[in-house]
C-alpha cells in the first residue's frame, strides 16, 4: 500500500486483521504529509447548512467508529473521540428544519451549554466527534505491525508493472506485480541532507496506491489497469 495517510492506513490495518500480508510505503521519513496531518479533524455526517446526512455519510461514520473500536482493542488510545458534535442554528427558519431531522438531538437554547451563545437553539450529533491526526495515524501504523504488517519510511513507488514470470503455488498466483520503489534514509544528526536514494523492486499481489493528490512525477504504470 503506497500513502500512510488516513485512507492508506486504515486499509492497511483493517487487511492486517484479515491476516493479509502487508507492506505500507510512506515517502515521508517522519511521518505521512499532506491533508492526513491537519492538527484535528472532525467527523460529523451531518454537515452544510441543512444539516441533513446522507445515507453513505451515516455509514460512513459508523464504519469509522466501529473501525475505532477494533483499533483501540489492538494498540489502545487512537486519538479519536466520540464527544458528539453541536451545532449551533443561525436563524429561526433553520432551527425549524433541524427539528425535523433525525438521528441528531434538538438542543433548545436554554439547554445549550451557557458558554455557546445559542439564541435558536442547536442540535447535537451522537454519531460525531473529533480526532488528533497525528495520533490517529501512530496508532494505525502501530495496528498494521501489531497485524503482523510492517511500515517502511522514506519509500517513495516509482512505478508498478505485471510480473513477466508469475510465481505459483499450487496453482495459484502469488506474485503478480513488481513494484518499483526508491527508497531515502532519513538524514544523520548534523547533516543537512538524506543520504543517496536506493531503487529496489518489490513483488506483491496488489497493490492499493493511496498518495491523494500527491504523485511523483516519475510514477510509471505500465500494462496495468488501475480499477
Known sequence: IAGAGVAGSAVAFELAQRGVKVLLLERGTAGPAGASTVPAALINPHRGRSGKARPQDVAGAAAFWALIQDLESSVGPSGAHRSGVLRLADNARQARNWQKLTG??????????????????????????????????????????????????????????????????????????????????????????????????????????????WQPAELRLCGTRIR
Do not use: I, N
Request: proline share 7%; charged share 15%.
Open 104 to 213: 441528531t438531538v434538538w438542543l433548545e437554547p436554554g439547554d445549550v451549554p451557557p458558554e455557546y451563545h445559542a439564541p435558536f437553539g442547536g442540535m447535537l450529533v451522537p454519531s460525531g466527534g473529533w480526532l488528533r491526526s497525528a495520533a490517529l495515524l501512530a496508532s494505525l501504523a502501530a495496528g498494521v505491525r501489531a497485524g503482523g504488517g510492517s511500515v517502511l519510511y522514506g519509500a517513495e513507488l516509482l512505478g508498478v508493472e505485471p510480473s513477466s514470470s508469475l510465481e505459483r503455488s499450487a496453482g495459484a498466483v502469488t506474485a503478480a506485480l513488481r513494484v518499483q520503489v526508491r527508497q531515502v534514509a532519513e538524514p544523520s544528526v548534523g547533516k543537512a541532507s538524506a543520504l543517496p536514494a536506493a531503487t529496489s523492486v518489490m513483488a506483491c499481489r496488489a497493490l492499493v496506491v493511496a498518495t491523494g493528490a
